[in-house]
Structure formats: structure tokens, C-alpha cells
């Protein structure tokens, strides 16, 4: 079958994998290609277990792979054969030199705009999928344009603000879609390219345009705000614990307010995920080399809260075990960043069970679908931690069970069973506010959870 436009993307991750998926799905009229240097994981892809869990993705990719979605280790032939091509490989935060600990790490990035520029033998449109500091666009230009080939790149950004676990969801109904380029006649004429694709299936209304730096700048605000109101009520449900004022019905009664809305106002251990605390830091980071230190300080404050909710998080379960749980079993339920993924990137599960095993636990790590990334995260305590697939086994013997993924799952536990089989007193710290904290208190259960008085039966 001849198609109509042939499109690359560099990067078969989180984002690659899933994106390219739907547009194929809805472009059936397109041939879309994915590679990746990581060979095994393109191997995956090309299996019936594929590198990533994300709910209802399974079915996009059978529908499509093989028909007008490849995924491959060929790059070169994958850059040569294509017109537009998406980046969405890793940037990280940068680990060593200047900025380091906050400025993105560009590495990958600028070697793949170097692999592009060697492999090409004609012009292309280059599409930013990755999250970038404002402003990469123009140093990726440079790279891609200083060439003897005579063939021009038009450089695109065009974020992605999908959330793992509704990822196919919001690939498919996102809030909007935004191209951002530079203001030329080449430029506008890239970005409707772009729109191009996504108007096959998203409203027209919903596909914004705008200039290539406010693109680019919109995506870190973007998760820098989303990222506020977690501090902002994680902040408020420390003041709940204190004053007896309980973090859901004020949540609730805030988020009434049609100024404010209710999403993302539930208190929790604290947020995770590969992007929040990455993206802020750079912000902080782009913040800091413009001279703005107030606006560089007030955004970190939302990551050093989330570090102080991760660390009180460990200290109430310390404080209520009786100041020790050194040889305690304790059970961690979930592992994950968050329900519906398998993902433990920066997760605050990390963090918990690191404080725990400083303090000597046993820590047993139960996951519907994190328990591979959970042991790679934890590979240096092994002879300390273990990990169960079966939560009732898991909390067997245990002293404490922390909740700290929001898994639908653990809702509809036996509690009366597990309750059987645990250490006397027993004790329940709820990190995602899930479980019905009354009825457990009523079983026997010592109930801590964030931002609510104590139940406690001493
Ligand atoms: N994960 C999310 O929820 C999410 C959401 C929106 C935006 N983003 C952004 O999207 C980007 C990708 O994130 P991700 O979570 O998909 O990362 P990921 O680590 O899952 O995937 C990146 C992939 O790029 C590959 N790669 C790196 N360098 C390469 C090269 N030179 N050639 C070919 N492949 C290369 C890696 O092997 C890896 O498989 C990041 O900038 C991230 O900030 C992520």
C-alpha cells in the first residue's frame, strides 16, 4: 500500500510507543515508524509483552503493528526513508557539571539531532515530543542547518501532556494539542504539517498554535502548576493532622470553587513519576540563569514539599510503631508511581522503603504490575526486601501495611482475613486515602492516613 506521509519517532518509550500507536490508529493513511537503540526493548514491542504496561495500549498496538506501525532497531533507514520526524527520547536531569542536580541533560538529544543530520538526504521537519528547556529549538536549528547537503530542517515543538496510566485516553481526547513553531513562512508551513496529523482526530478547536519558545515553555508550566497543587494541598494536610480537620472534605469543599475545580486536590505520600520533579528543576534551573531567583525559589518550594511529605510520610509510621521497626516486617502495597502503570520512576515507594531499610525493616514489595522495576530499584537491599505478586501473602506476619499506590485492587481486599494474619497491634498507613479508614478501625486496625486525625485503639 502506498501512504500518504511516512513519519519516524526516534524514542519507543513511554511516549513514543503509545503516540505513535494512536496515530496510527487513526491514520491509517500513514505509515508510522518507531525506533529505538535499545534493541531489546524494540524487540518487546514487537511481542506479545510489550516493555510497557498502560491500559487499553495492548489493543492499539495489535490493531496496528505490522499494518501501518513498525517498530525497529534500524535508524538510519528509519531517518533516511521519512519526512517528519518526532524525538522522544529521555532527557533527564543533568547528573554532572554545570546544573547539575536541575538543567535538563540535552545528551541524548543532541545526538540524535546528529544522527538525523547524518543519516538524511533530504529535508525534514523535526518535531520536539520530548520535554525541553525553552529555547532548545533554536540550538537544535543550528546543529541540524549548519550543513553542506543543501536540505533545510524546520524544527517543531509539539509536547506531549499525556499522564501514564490514561495515557491512551488522553492521547485519544487530549485537552489540546499544542505545535508550536517559529514564525517564518517555512516555519508556519512545518506547523500546519503537524496540525495536520492531529486534525484527523482532534477538534480543530483543541489544536492550538503558537510560537516555538512558548511551546516549549507551556510543557514544564504546564507540570510545574499540576505539580503546585499536590504541594499546595500535601502542604494543608499536614495543618489537617494537627488540628483535627480532615484533608477530603476540605479538598472537597475547596475544589467546589469553580476558580479552583476538584482535579488533582487529593493528598497523598507525595507525586512521582519521571516528569514533575525533572521538569520543575529545570525550570529552576532556566529561572536561575535569567536572574530570577524569587521565581527560582518559589517553584522549588513545590518539589522540597514533596520531599518533606515523602520523609513525614516515614516518621509518622515510625512515630506510631513505637519509635523502632528495626526486624518489623512491614508491607509496602504498591510500588508504582501511580495506579494504571508499571512505571517507578521517581516514585515515593523509592524513598519509603529506602527509610525503612535504614531503619532496619523487613520490607516485603507487593505491585500488580511494578514488581520487575521494583527490584531493579531496590537491587542493592536484597537480602532485606522481598517481593510478593499476592498481597495477602505479602502482609502475612507483617507488623504494618503502607499503602502507597492507589491501585483499584486494594480497595476490595479481604481486611478481616489479612488482619488474621498479621502481627498484633496491627497497624494500616493509608498513603492515597483509598480504604474505608472507620471500617478498618472497627476490625482492629490501628489506621494512620494523611491528613486525618489518628484512629488508634491505645
Ligand atoms: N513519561 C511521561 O509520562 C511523559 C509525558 C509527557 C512528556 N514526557 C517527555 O517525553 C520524553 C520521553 O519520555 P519517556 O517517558 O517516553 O522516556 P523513556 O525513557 O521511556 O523513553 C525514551 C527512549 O529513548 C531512547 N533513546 C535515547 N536516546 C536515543 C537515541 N539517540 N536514538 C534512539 N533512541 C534513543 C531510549 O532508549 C528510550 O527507550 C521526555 O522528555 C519526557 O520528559 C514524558
Not at 36 to 45: P, T
Not at 219 to 224: E, I, Q
Not at 389 to 402: K, L, M, S, V
Request: charged letters at 25%; hydrophobic letters at 40%.
Amino acid at each position: 500500500m502506498d501512504f500518504e506521509k511516512t513519519i519516524l519517532c526516534i524514542g519507543a518509550g513511554y511516549v513514543g510507543g503509545p503516540t505513535m500507536a494512536m496515530i496510527a490508529a487513526k491514520c491509517p493513511h500513514y505509515k508510522l515508524v518507531v525506533v529505538d537503540v535499545d534493541k531489546e526493548k524494540i524487540r518487546a514491542w514487537n511481542s506479545d509483552n510489550l516493555p510497557i504496561y498502560e491500559p487499553g495500549l495492548d489493543e492499539l498496538v495489535r490493531e496496528t503493528r505490522n499494518k501501518n506501525l513498525f517498530f525497529s532497531p534500524e535508524i538510519e533507514k528509519g531517518i533516511r526513508e521519512s519526512e517528519i520526524i518526532f524525538v522522544s527520547v529521555n532527557t533527564p536531569t543533568k547528573t554532572f557539571g554545570q546544573g547539575a542536580g536541575k538543567a535538563a541533560d540535552l545528551q541524548y538529544w543532541e545526538k540524535t539531532a546528529r544522527e538525523i543530520l547524518a543519516s538524511s538526504t533530504t529535508s525534514k521537519i523535526v518535531v520536539e515530543k520530548s520535554t525541553l528547556p525553552v529555547r532548545t529549538a533554536s540550538a537544535m536549528e543550528r546543529i541540524l542547518n549548519e550543513n553542506s547537503k543543501n536540505i533545510h530542517f524546520e524544527v517543531v515543538s509539539n509536547p506531549e501532556f499525556l499522564a501514564e496510566g490514561t495515557a491512551i485516553r488522553d492521547l485519544e481526547f487530549p485537552d489540546r494539542v499544542l505545535v508550536g513553531s517559529r514564525e517564518t513562512p517555512e516555519g508556519i508551513k512545518a506547523r500546519k504539517e503537524i496540525v495536520e496529523i492531529y486534525a484527523n482526530w482532534v477538534p480543530r478547536e483543541k489544536i492550538v498554535e503558537s510560537s516555538v519558545w512558548s511551546s516549549e515553555l507551556s510543557k514544564l508550566v504546564a507540570n510545574a502548576f499540576l505539580a503546585q497543587r499536590i504541594s499546595s494541598i500535601n502542604s494543608i494536610s499536614a495543618l489537617c493532622e494537627k488540628t483535627e480537620a480532615d484533608i477530603d472534605e476540605v479538598a472537597y469543599a475547596i475544589g467546589m470553587d469553580s476558580r479552583i475545580g476538584p482535579k488533582f486536590l487529593k493528598a497523598s505520600v507525595g507525586f512521582g513519576g519521571s516528569c514533575f520533579k525533572k521538569d520543575i528543576l529545570n525550570l529552576v534551573y532556566i529561572c536561575e540563569s535569567y536572574g530570577l531567583e524569587k521565581v527560582a525559589r518559589y517553584w522549588e518550594s513545590v518539589v522540597e514539599i514533596n520531599e518533606w511529605q515523602e520523609s513525614r510520610f516515614i516518621q509518622n509510621m515510625l512515630r506510631n510503631m513505637f519509635n523502632t521497626v528495626a526486624g518489623k516486617r512491614i508491607a509496602l502495597f504498591g510500588f508504582a508511581f501511580k495506579a494504571n502503570t508499571g512505571d517507578t520512576r521517581e516514585s515515593p515507594a523509592i524513598y519509603i522503603a529506602h527509610g525503612l531499610l535504614e531503619e532496619h525493616a523487613k520490607v516485603v514489595i507487593t505491585d500488580p504490575k511494578a514488581l520487575e522495576n521494583a527490584k531493579k530499584n531496590l537491587s542493592t537491599f536484597e537480602d532485606r526486601v522481598s517481593f510478593e505478586q499476592d498481597p495477602y501473602r505479602a502482609a502475612e506476619g507483617a507488623h504494618a501495611i503502607a499503602v502507597l499506590t492507589e491501585w483499584d485492587l486494594y480497595k476490595g481486599l479481604d481486611y478481616e482475613r489479612i488482619l488474621k494474619t498479621m502481627v498484633q497491634p496491627a497497624f494500616i498507613f493509608d498513603g492515597r486515602n483509598i480504604l474505608d479508614h472507620q471500617k478498618l478501625f472497627n476490625m482492629g486496625y490501628n489506621v494512620i492516613a494523611i491528613g486525618k486525625a489518628p484512629l488508634k485503639h491505645f
